[in-house]
């Protein structure tokens, strides 16, 4: 029992507890959407005087940035206390491709040594990492959600909108995966 | 003490989407090559039981903890706005690999040269809040 809760976790125990977290967060009077806290956070820094849309009662998403606060902890004990191992058990297919376009230790940690690890950053993986955070961030507020608010809230409410947004979301991500990451990652 | 709950369900999810490897760039540029089941196991069951339990939230009147009716917003119809953005959403997601719910839980996890991600987030927020009267909504 206990050695299964070192493994990685497989779907049907980790898709379960997402919708949990929104069964709770509706419980407690609260839509479970991310990005939402992203807009929060350049009204509390003060973007509200600027940008009319920023000029909201940025204090009704507190319970999000707790929401948040609590994930990094939840990331935290989760990497200390329940991950002995960091390997990514990836599809034999997957791995070959990325090995084939030159990336080392495929799946030997959570994110790619070439894109995440502090020791080899240059300034093009950090501008890489900073407009793939822009568009996520551009996208999420211009579709007026993310996954928790589109692809889990947004269709577990069988809304057409959310159905068109996940549409968007594999169009974008299938285009970058087959026509343009092939041709610039790794750096 | 009321902000309590939601520190609680916080972990919970940081915990569900590390353990499930849903916050590796990884498992995202796999799901994106179809190459493995895993990632639409987890959105598909997410989504067959969150429509379950929002279908007996409706059926039952339920109500939330301070005794209101749970109720849901519909989103205004367009296709213009879901798609484009979503189109936006999908290419920065598959670039760093993390949607904002992990993008969060990898500062737990000690990935610090996300926060150049986070930042990167913030600005495109702050960009469709400043050219949003001349999108196509």
Known sequence: ?187 | MKYIKFLLVGILFGIALSKGQVVSWYRIYEMFRFDNFHMYGIIGSAVVIGVFIVQYMKRTSMKDIQGHLITFNPKNMSISRYLIGGIFFGLGWAMVGACPGPMYILIGKGFFLIFVVIAGALAGTYLYGVLRSKLPH
Not at chain 1, 27 to 38: D, P, R, T
Not at chain 1, 131 to 138: D, E, P, S
């Open chain 1, 1 to 187: 029992m206990l050695e299964a809760v070192y493994r990685p976790w497989p779907w049907y125990v980790v898709g379960p507890l997402i919708a949990l977290t929104m069964y709770l967060l509706l419980y407690f009077g609260k839509e479970f959407g991310v990005s939402a806290s992203l807009r929060a956070t350049c009204s509390a820094m003060g973007a509200g005087k600027k940008v009319k849309f920023f000029d909201f009662d940025w204090k009704k998403q507190n319970w999000n940035m707790v929401f948040i606060f609590g994930a990094i902890i939840g990331g935290f004990i989760s990497s200390t206390f329940l991950e002995p191992s960091n390997a990514v058990d990836l599809a034999s297919s997957t791995k070959l491709t990325l090995e084939q376009l030159g990336f080392e230790r495929v799946g030997e940690s959570f994110l790619p040594d070439q894109l995440f690890s502090p020791e080899f950053w240059t300034w093009k993986s950090i501008a890489y990492l900073f407009v793939g955070g822009l568009f996520v961030g551009f996208g999420a507020r211009y579709a007026g959600g993310c996954t928790s608010g589109h692809a889990i809230s947004g269709l577990s409410n069988l809304q057409l909108p959310s159905l068109i947004a996940v549409i968007g979301f594999f169009i974008g991500g299938l285009a970058m995966t087959y026509f343009i990451l092939p041709f610039i990652l790794p750096f």
